[in-house]
């Protein structure tokens, strides 16, 4: 049975999360701030966490930079914030997904699904589906004759090895051109491009390489 912390300040969204989460077959512990969030963490090593950025202790990202000091535990944000540079924050902070309020419990669930199955892959795949193409990741080549630049690749390559997840633009810009290029965001959406001309069935309307506007991108198996 899978193991989710949820960690929230609001009782009201606590007691909805353990309601829906235990109907559904997951087991369940909550904290209601930042310290108790660590503290439980620590003792009963969830499969995954749940955590809203406004707690009363400490900050989100600070409870991240917590876990992910010892633990990789799939981490799902909660954020009722409006702007964008503290979702960006929390994902660069170590977080694999996030879920603006007010969410859907529908929408929650599919998140929990997805990075659930990817931990749960005992190992990494050596080839991805994306539309009519198959990706060869171990030999780096693309059915149908598909081919692409060495920076195309390392683009594609990271989006693909993490289907679902939300991927950011400093973490894409960082791994791909280096730490001085955190300002080209234009090459992002210039590469990103390119990759749906050659990949998309309609690039004008992709269904597998996805733009998270003002945060990042994201591979939709």
Do not use: C
């Amino acid at each position: 049975m899978t193991r989710v912390l949820v960690v929230d300040d609001e009782p009201q969204i606590l007691r909805a999360l353990r309601i829906n989460l235990v109907a559904r077959q997951y087991e369940v512990a909550v904290a209601a701030d930042g310290t108790a969030a660590l503290r439980e963490a620590a003792d009963w090593h969830p499969d995954l966490v749940i955590l809203d950025l406004g707690l009363p202790d400490l900050d989100g990202v600070e409870v991240i930079h917590g876990l992910r000091g010892w633990t990789e535990v799939p981490i799902i944000v909660l954020s009722g914030r409006a702007g964008s540079d503290d979702k960006v924050e929390a994902l660069d902070a170590g977080a694999d997904d996030y879920v603006t309020k007010p969410f859907g419990i529908d929408e929650l669930l599919a998140r929990i699904r997805a990075v659930t199955r990817r931990t749960n892959a005992s190992d990494e795949p050596s080839s991805v589906r994306l539309g009519d193409h198959m990706i060869d990741l171990a030999n780096k080549t693309i059915s149908g004759e598909v081919r692409l630049t060495p920076t195309e690749w390392h683009f594609l390559e990271l989006l693909v090895r993490n289907p679902g997840k939300l991927i950011s633009q400093r973490q894409l810009l960082t791994e791909v051109w280096g730490a001085s290029y955190l300002k080209e965001t234009h090459y992002l959406r210039q590469y990103m491009a390119q990759l749906r001309r050659k990949l998309e069935r309609d690039p004008a309307h992709p269904v597998h390489l996805l733009t998270e506007p003002g945060m990042g991108y994201r591979f939709q198996p």
